[in-house]
């Protein structure tokens, strides 16, 4: 039995590292209001509990709510979508774009590979938070454009990053 409603508890695990950069933040002004070596302490953790609330809510602007159909893995390199009707497997090194289609219902990333057909991912399967992190990975991605098209869902498809070509020969060297 639980005393928490099942909306509060999804808005809370929603919300997970906003509330936990605020509640270290609320120990680290109590920790400089001490003497002594907790106050130091209490800059440091006022310190680690904004980056954290910096990452939390562009993570938390990030998610969609999951229950989509289909469930998505990250695993070593590698994002893996398995849907009703599709599926497939990207290796994020050899990934040379990725692509907000809102056309599509729901919205999908497209993560295209040379030489491989381009895997579709709802923005709201299951586990599809995961992607968050894996797409901060791509070198030099603009992690608010994407969160600002994710928010605003324009006309169409919209590129959100692209890889340096000479990137893209160099690894098919490798």
């Given at each position: 039995?639980?005393?928490?409603?099942?909306?509060?508890?999804?808005?809370?695990?929603?919300?997970?590292?906003?509330?936990t950069?605020?509640?270290?933040?609320?120990?680290g002004?109590?920790?400089?209001?001490?003497?002594?070596?907790?106050?130091?302490?209490?800059y440091?953790?006022?310190?680690?509990?904004?980056?954290?609330?910096?990452?939390?809510?562009q993570?938390?602007r990030?998610?969609r709510?999951?229950?989509?159909?289909?469930?998505?893995?990250v695993?070593?390199?590698?994002?893996?979508?398995?849907?009703?009707?599709?599926?497939?497997?990207?290796?994020?090194?050899?990934?040379?774009?990725?692509?907000?289609?809102?056309?599509?219902?729901?919205?999908?990333?497209?993560?295209?590979?040379?030489?491989?057909?381009?895997?579709?991912?709802?923005?709201?399967?299951?586990?599809?938070?995961?992607?968050?992190?894996?797409?901060?990975?791509?070198?030099?991605?603009?992690?608010?454009?994407?969160?600002?098209?994710?928010?605003?869902?324009?006309e169409?498809?919209?590129v959100?990053?692209?890889?340096?070509?000479?990137?893209?020969?160099?690894?098919?060297?490798?």
């Amino acid at each position: 039995m639980s005393f928490i409603r099942p909306e509060a508890r999804a808005l809370i695990w929603r919300l997970r590292e906003v509330l936990t950069a605020l509640t270290l933040g609320a120990l680290g002004v109590w920790m400089i209001l001490g003497r002594g070596l907790t106050v130091w302490l209490g800059y440091a953790a006022i310190a680690v509990a904004i980056a954290l609330l910096v990452v939390g809510v562009q993570r938390t602007r990030f998610r969609r709510g999951g229950g989509g159909m289909g469930v998505v893995a990250v695993d070593e390199g590698q994002v893996v979508y398995f849907g009703p009707l599709t599926g497939g497997v990207v290796a994020l090194r050899e990934v040379s774009s990725l692509t907000l289609d809102p056309t599509a219902h729901p919205a999908h990333w497209i993560l295209s590979q040379p030489g491989q057909p381009d895997l579709a991912v709802p923005v709201d399967a299951e586990g599809a938070e995961a992607l968050f992190d894996a797409f901060t990975s791509l070198p030099g991605i603009r992690t608010q454009h994407m969160l600002s098209m994710l928010k605003t869902m324009p006309e169409g498809p919209v590129v959100i990053w692209r890889r340096d070509p000479g990137v893209i020969s160099a690894l098919a060297r490798d």
